[in-house]
């Protein structure tokens, strides 16, 4: 069987909207999909369909803070992809990252064809070459834009798969979050700019159970003193009491949730529940929107930070997200939550 390497270095959000590639690439399991993941990646792409085997090296040109750029650090990358033993190589990229530094190393550690896109020659870096803006246009969605480079490598989604987001295995979480119907908050995020106020968050919690609303917020093991704040008195605090799989299982069972632009968002998405997205234009919600499912987006979208990619709000008070106010977020989970179709229905359309 065909072992194919796809790579996508980023973070876990990156990776799920690399999903429909993946799948593409993988066809009806007549091929192996080895993912090659940054540390923040890998856990995303074990959820994914069709990929066999995950591999994780930290890239000094995308990884914050970077690696050292050292000959054993470029040498382990060139000894897990030789042990992987794969003949081709599909790069995905953002807009604003360059699959040349990598291609190189796969050059050295054997691998035979290699597509990517690239604004730069490649020389014989790529035997498929995509030229950003020429040969399909940069502003569309980021799943749209990396399914474009599979099939640009000769590889199509299997007849009948939709294109959608999609995660494998998702737990029962009824032992953590009951039966009954919940709404999710997610108040973190990795990239401080992307982060809506606590104090806003705990607003939104207070006015959602107000309106008869079980509410249920998560967070990663870091996030612990921030869930407990924001779920105060009404909310159920499940803060540093999943992995990214369970959270999956808690997504699949809301009827809405909210969240920054990160990767809980695109998880969401990726089991079919409608997002409260309060986006932070730092990067375009074109290409980074939740996917394939309904969105209420709210923030600012032309404030002085677009399209900065900064790390840190470069406008002092956060405008682009401070001036949401929580009766706007209940308001827009009111919208999406009268349009939500039933857990069984939703589950039924994303395993079709």
Known sequence: MSRVLVARLDSAGDVLLAG?????????????????????????????????????????????????????HLQALQDLVADADVDRAVILTSFHQSPL???????????????????????????????????????????????????????????????LLRVRDVPDVTDLVCTDPYVVVHPGAAVPARAWP???????????????????????????????YVAGEHGLDLGGRTDLRGLSGILAGAEVLISGNTGPAHLSAAVGTPVVSLF????????????GVPVELLGDQNAPCRGTRARNCPVPGHPCLADVAPEEVAEAVERLAHRVPSLSSRREKRNA
Not at 27 to 32: L, V
Not at 50 to 72: C, M
Not at 280 to 291: F, G, I, N, Q
């Open 20 to 72: 429909p590639a993946v799948r593409a690439v993988a066809g009806d399991g007549e091929r192996d999909v080895v993912m090659l993941c940054g540390p923040q990646g890998a856990p995303a792409a074990a959820l994914l369909p069709g990929v066999t085997e995950v591999l994780t090296w930290a890239a000094p040109w995308i990884v914050d803070p970077a690696p050292p750029v050292t000959a054993d």
């Open 101 to 163: 530094p990598l291609a190189l190393q796969l050059r050295l550690a054997g691998v035979e064809f290699i597509a990517g896109a690239s604004v730069d020659f490649a020389g014989s870096l790529l035997d498929v070459r995509l030229k950003p803006g020429e040969d399909f246009p940069e502003d569309q969605p980021e799943a749209e834009r990396a399914l474009t480079i599979a099939r640009a490598a000769g590889y199509e989604l299997p007849d009948g798969d939709p294109g």
């Open 198 to 228: 606590a104090e806003r968050h705990r607003a939104t919690v207070d006015l959602l159970a107000d309106a008869g609303h079980r509410v249920v917020v998560t967070g990663g093991p870091g996030e612990r003193e921030l869930t407990a």
């Open 280 to 291: 932070s234009p730092v990067v375009p919600a074109l290409r980074w929107a939740p996917y």
